[in-house]
């Protein structure tokens, strides 16, 4: 019997431990808010958290706190949810709920807080994620842990129903309000004090709570510091609390939510939470658990990790006369535990079309091209280009980083290599944008029965609501001159002036049970005059 249930639990930590450790495979759904989850400054920056770094900062003037405010939005969103129902929780439906009508989302924090991540919103990207992932960079920024952040978030298309726990609600509601989102009574105290460590209340938005001139800034912070930490718990259980919902005016008025909620079962959890490990334990579950109620049906990923290897804006492009392609891209290599200055080189080695290596050694050297960070990680990109012969092609690489002790990793993505199509690529120098109209050239190899069609995705902006909607739109494209083994086909399209930045695209095949296509490239990479091949 000990033998079997120690041979259960070898299995179970072996399996957890090769889980977490399981790198993703590239391509991947995860790729883009991978990106801006981590890339934080640097080379190729996606500058997600700039609005939230440092964790003081706010770019809406004195007393504001974004990394506060983001925090505050995502649990806005998911706070109508309703897990007995399976319906809302984290869909980014607050973007339909900030006419005022509700009454649930009253002050300037989520416009604010959706205006600075709208732009991070894309076909990749729902803006549900993006909401969650705020969560991530705005706890992280202030020294508090890494939330798990998964992706897999559906945007909801309408406002969801009324009911943000508010101040003046009473204990029975918040715990029925909790309960609905999947938290019980000693969690709602415990997400409670987590989401109240950062920001305050503010006079212009609660003047019952923070009169008008009472305070600096007409704001009064929930605790004594400007960081992620167990101090709105301890201050509140040494009587030290300035917390405006536990003390002051909000009291008489029976505002005093975080008092009648810290208090409602004899100080017990909020005394624990006093603890700053158990502080920080309790809030990465819990503040975990908060940006993943989703309605159900649902599915998340795994949580993202960063990819110790990732192909970064690889393209394939044929040059004028057909006999060879130009290879360019490049490698970005994860530097934490392995710093640069480790690294002497990094090698792609390629498979040609028919995965053999008809190319010789198919080695392609790389050269630094610049490091970025996140908040846990640093990374260094690679670039290459090279010349492939256009009859044999490229089908997959593998990636052999040798150190300056002489010791080589290969890594292989798996055992099928990193992946490459050259049936169909977009001709980026052919291809242009010259004031408004769009101009875009792919080259599709001529063994292909397919047609080739250019996919848009458009932002369309909407009245009153601060996200654009994402509107696809496919436009047929046509077959011109043949350039050694490969089609050209081309297509125009008139965009919006909106439209003329931060407007992906795609070229694909049609017909065809799988789809195949170069994806996800933006109008801002293209010139302003298209150069004949
Ligand atoms: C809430 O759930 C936690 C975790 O299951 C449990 O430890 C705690 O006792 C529960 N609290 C209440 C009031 O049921
Ligand atoms: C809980 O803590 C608050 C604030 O320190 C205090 O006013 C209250 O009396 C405490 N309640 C209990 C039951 O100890």
């Not at 995502?74 to 509700?102: K, P, V, Y």
């Not at 549900?128 to 508090?144: F, K, N, P, Q, T």
Request: hydrophobic content about 40%.
């Amino acid at each position: 019997m000990a033998r079997l249930v120690w041979a259960v639990v070898t299995y179970l930590f072996f399996t957890l431990v090769s889980r977490a450790a399981a790198a993703t495979t590239w391509p991947s759904s995860v790729d883009e808010l991978e990106d801006i989850m981590y890339l934080n400054t640097g080379y190729r920056a996606r500058g997600f958290a700039a609005p939230v770094t440092p964790c003081s900062f706010s770019s809406e003037g004195a007393g504001r706190i974004a990394a506060a405010e983001f925090i505050r939005t995502a649990f806005h969103d998911m706070a109508t949810g309703n897990t007995f129902l399976g319906t809302g929780g984290l869909d980014a439906s607050i973007i339909f709920e900030l006419g005022g009508n509700q009454g649930d989302n009253i002050g300037p924090a989520f416009p604010s807080t959706l205006t600075k991540l709208a732009p991070f919103f894309s076909s990749r990207s729902s803006m549900a994620d993006i909401i969650a992932l705020g969560l991530y960079a705005a706890v992280r920024s202030c020294s508090g842990p890494a939330v798990p952040f998964k992706s897999g978030r559906i945007d909801a298309t309408e406002a969801g129903p009324v009911g943000v726990p508010l101040p003046q609600n009473s204990l029975f509601t918040f715990q029925n309000q909790f309960a609905r989102v999947g938290f019980n009574a000693t969690e709602m105290i415990q997400v409670v004090a987590c989401g109240h460590t950062l920001g305050g209340v503010h006079a212009s938005n609660f003047p019952q709570i923070v009169p008008p001139g009472s305070a600096p800034d007409d704001v009064v912070h929930f605790d004594t510091t400007t960081k992620f930490d167990e101090k709105i718990a301890s201050e509140f259980v040494s009587g030290q609390t300035k917390d405006p919902l536990t003390v002051g005016p909000a009291k008489s008025v029976g505002r005093d939510s975080d008092y009648r909620v810290f208090s409602s079962d004899g100080n017990v959890t909020i005394s624990a939470m006093a603890n700053p490990t158990t502080y920080t334990t309790t809030c990465k579950a819990l503040l975990q658990r908060m940006i993943e109620v989703v309605p159900s049906g649902v599915p998340l990923t795994d949580p993202i990790v960063p990819y110790e290897i990732k192909p970064t804006a690889l393209q394939l492009t044929l040059l004028s006369g057909g006999s060879k392609l130009q290879f360019a891209g490049e490698i970005r290599v994860r530097t934490t535990s392995r710093p640069a200055s480790q690294i002497a080189s990094v090698d792609i080695i390629y498979k040609d079309r028919n995965g053999a290596s008809s190319c010789g050694s198919c080695k392609i050297p790389t050269a630094v091209k610049g490091t970025a960070a996140g908040f846990d990680d640093s990374f260094a990109f690679y670039g290459f280009t090279a010349l492939l012969a256009s009859d044999t092609s490229i089908s997959s690489f593998i990636v052999l980083v040798t150190l300056t002790s002489g010791a080589k990793t290969i890594y292989g993505n798996g055992p099928s290599g990193f992946p490459l199509q050259d049936q169909i690529m977009l001709q980026s120098p052919q291809s242009c944008l010259a004031s408004n109209v769009l101009t875009v050239v792919a080259a599709v190899r001529s063994t292909s029965s397919s047609g080739a069609s250019l996919d848009l995705t458009l932002k369309v902006p909407r009245t009153g609501i601060i996200p654009p909607a994402l509107q696809a739109q496919s436009v047929a494209m046509t077959k011109g001159a043949k350039v050694g083994p490969y089609d050209l086909y081309s297509a125009k399209y008139t965009l919006d002036a909106s439209q003329t930045k931060n407007t992906k695209f795609d070229v694909s095949l049609t017909g065809g049970s799988v789809r195949v296509a170069d994806s996800f490239k933006d109008v801002g990479g293209l010139g302003g005059a298209c150069v004949p091949l």
